[in-house]
């Protein structure tokens, strides 16, 4: 992976619930709360929104202009959503967020490859953060907003994939 992206990347790892507040697993190993996971994917979307909407304003051509539209969109709106939920859950009464927000980039206008590893990573962060945190089913709804967020992020990427340009 670029080099570009390694500050992003351990935002990736904290969706998969490797960030402080910290718990101990059964196994002993540290793993971040249910509703933590929730705050930290909620700071992490929003950051990569950032990211591809700087990608959007590079885009080579109209369909790249749109697509990457799209996937900022998505991304900001399931921040939204999941920032909103733990408001709902959690104790703590106000959200601070976390993170670069994607502002720290060398690359802006990166080749296909590029973002098209950056939107499958970003998926798979968002899929292990889900299923490494089975009790996140517990606080009603969150289970459909990852399930949105999988199903038009899977539908992005195959559209992208398919591009030729």
Do not use: Q
């Not at 998969?16 to 196994?27: C, N, R």
């Not at 703590?92 to 060398?106: A, C, I, L, M, Q």
Request: with cysteine; aromatic share 10%.
């Amino acid at each position: 992976m670029d080099n570009n992206f390694e500050k992003m990347d351990r935002g990736l790892a904290r969706l998969g619930g490797h960030a402080v507040p910290m718990t101990e697993s059964a196994e002993g190993a540290p793993k971040t709360s249910d509703t933590d996971v929730l705050k930290n994917a909620a700071c992490d979307l929003l950051g990569y929104a950032n990211e591809f909407h700087v990608y959007h304003w590079n885009a080579k051509n109209n369909f790249e202009h749109e697509l990457m539209g799209e996937v900022y969109d998505l991304m900001r709106d399931t921040s939204d959503r999941l920032a909103e939920r733990y408001l709902s859950i959690s104790d703590v009464g106000s959200f601070v967020p976390e993170g670069n927000f994607g502002t720290d980039r060398k690359e802006w206008a990166p080749g296909k490859e590029t973002i098209l590893s950056r939107m499958e990573t970003i998926l798979k962060g968002m899929d292990d953060a889900f299923t490494e945190h089975p009790d996140l089913a517990k606080f009603g709804g969150i289970g459909n907003i990852f399930s949105d967020f999988d199903e038009k992020m899977g539908t992005i990427i195959y559209k992208y994939k398919r591009f030729e340009g």
